[in-house]
């Protein structure tokens, strides 16, 4: 099958890596696979040693330049679908869908109000909140949906981990001993970083050795805010800046705790990550946090803007060093069960033949077959680890 994946975006963020890892995982099942970005973008960067080719364009909508240039290309390559991510990739998307008549599939990974979802032929939710609010938001037929989980690392545990943690830790301003609590994602309001803010007094009273790891980019307006809230509290020794990390299992093993506490969250990447890791994780009950995380089993959630039951749900599991470690187990049993990389990409192959045949009206040629992997994971070679930067 000759498939597009089409982003539009510039830098790094969780919509652009999961394009990325898509594409390589659909090139070694043996498409023609092809991504089309901005020149010079970091996802172009990336692919020097994976099978996915690359078509530049700026991808601008007006003058219809290039639109007109990519829709001769889709056409003289015989392209059989095309996959769009990021909010102006999937506006290019449904005009290039108006040169062509090759079919759209888009990835929605957030939840947002756009008349664009409607003239999608398939639209794939990055979780069943999202779906949700794609059917009653943007008016998506129910039949023109489904939720396909997201591609996550499947890193193993290497034999030196409390070697790495340890030496992440000190890297980071913390010693062995501390009890860690991570809180991944832009440093902006709709992560909610002031509230565990004002939570923390309440968690160091019951684990005095208690610190903060705040990493992902930081949004300066908001940085200000928090950093006024962290000398009012007096937390300046509690609370480490960390920035962008490029091996993401890593440090997710070095941390002892996830928090994951947004007003507002679509699916969120990081509670699986966690998982992954084999750690707790307290989150809020927005969104798509309450699929990933099982209450009372592989951490808690807890009431959005809820300062006391956070508090509360945090030292609960850093008190029990036995509890969290149980939960952590379980999450990563669950984690395994919910994120099964082999099946995501074929999942998504699926839906690429049957969207093709029903507007194309022709078959669409067979991938490679390969056998079934004894353990989910998704080929990685050539793929960088996960960057935060959302």
Not at 71 to 98: C, P, Y
Not at 131 to 151: D, F, K, M, Q
Not at 154 to 163: D, L, Q, R, S
Not at 349 to 354: A, C, K, M, N, S
Request: aromatic share 6%.
């Amino acid at each position: 099958m000759k498939i597009v994946q089409l982003i539009s975006g510039i830098g790094v963020n969780g919509a652009i890596i999961q394009c990325l890892r898509l594409a390589e995982g659909l090139a070694k099942r043996g498409h023609d696979v092809t991504l089309v970005g901005r020149e010079n973008s970091w996802i172009h960067q990336q692919l020097p040693g994976t099978n996915v080719k690359f078509h530049a364009s700026d991808l601008q909508r007006w003058p219809f330049h290039d639109l007109k240039a990519i829709a001769k290309w889709v056409k003289e390559e015989r392209i059989d679908i095309v996959h769009t991510h990021n909010t102006s990739g999937q506006i290019f998307g449904a005009m290039l869908k108006m040169f062509t008549k090759v079919p759209v599939v888009a990835t929605a990974h957030h939840t947002k109000l756009h008349a664009y979802w409607m003239l999608k032929d398939f639209v794939i939710a990055n979780s069943d909140h999202t779906r949700g609010i794609e059917i009653s938001w943007n008016r998506v037929r129910p039949r023109n949906i489904e939720t396909v989980r997201a591609l996550i690392d499947h890193a193993p545990i290497p034999h030196n981990a409390e070697v790495l943690r340890d030496r992440w830790r000190a890297e980071n301003g913390f010693t062995p001993e501390d009890k860690v609590i991570g809180i991944v994602g832009d440093v902006c309001p709709r992560k909610n970083h002031l509230l565990l803010l004002k939570a923390m007094p309440e968690i160091l009273r019951r684990v005095p050795s208690a610190k903060v790891a705040v990493i992902g980019n930081r949004f300066p307006n908001y940085m200000r805010k928090i950093d006024a809230r962290i000398r009012q509290l007096d937390l300046q020794n509690e609370f480490r800046f960390v920035d962008f990390q490029h091996d993401i299992p890593n440090m997710m093993r070095a941390i002892d705790l996830l928090v994951a506490c947004p007003t507002q969250e679509a699916f969120g990447l990081t509670p699986p990550e966690a998982m992954a890791a084999f750690k707790p994780v307290v989150a809020t009950r927005v969104g798509g946090l309450i699929e990933s995380v099982v209450d009372g089993e592989t951490g808690y959630l807890v009431p959005s803007n809820n300062a006391a039951a956070l508090s509360s749900a945090v030292a609960k599991v850093l008190e029990n060093d036995d509890l969290a470690e149980q939960m952590g187990v379980a999450g990563r049993a669950r984690f395994l069960d919910m994120f099964d990389n082999y099946r995501n990409v074929i999942r998504h192959e699926e839906i690429y033949t049957d969207v093709a045949r029903r507007v194309l009206r022709r078959d669409v040629s067979k991938p490679v077959t390969l056998p079934k992997r004894t353990t989910p994971s998704l080929p990685t070679a050539g793929v960088p680890p996960m960057v935060y930067h959302r």
